[in-house]
């Protein structure tokens, strides 16, 4: 049997993950990996406030910047190249469910590979995603985020 990945092997890319101001505890690593048709994706999170899913989501914006009222303003909407609803677009991901703070999983995809995403963003949302609000979810506000590079 062949061996996709193991332990040994670097993710194509990965974001650095932090909360906004309100949640400044927010912290870590989200990576991708380029399997056959598709993308691995693993997320480590710790920080999270509650014990509740949280909406993640592929952002088309390039930077975690933003203003006071709006930290993360520039992440911008969700990456969607093909023009499709929620939750079809490629930057619709599973929901991120906290437990004792963390978070952690791993799934595969076949809506992008991670050079598609390099230079984009990926968010946490204060609330769990529904599956149907046009165009996000309606999954609240951006509590962290971090930005998708190459890795070296």
């Not at 490629?90 to 050079?115: C, K």
Request: with cysteine.
């Amino acid at each position: 049997m062949k061996i996709l990945f193991d332990r040994k092997t670097k993710p194509e890319a990965y974001a650095k993950i932090k909360g906004d101001g309100n949640h400044p505890k927010i912290t870590g690593m989200v990576s991708f990996f380029e399997v056959y048709g598709g993308t691995v994706v693993s997320v480590e999170v710790k920080g999270l406030r509650d014990d509740n899913f949280h909406g993640f989501h592929i952002h088309a914006g390039s930077t975690c910047t933003g203003t006071k009222d709006v930290p993360f303003q520039n992440a911008d909407g969700h990456y969607n190249p093909n023009k499709t609803g929620h939750p079809d677009h490629a930057g619709d991901l599973p929901p991120v469910l906290a437990n004792n703070g963390n978070a952690w999983m791993m799934f595969y995809t076949t809506r992008f590979y991670p050079e598609d995403i390099i230079g984009k963003t990926v968010v946490i949302h204060e609330k769990r995603d529904d599956f149907k609000t046009q165009p996000s979810g309606d999954a609240g506000a951006m509590i962290a985020c971090g930005e998708i590079v190459e890795m070296i």
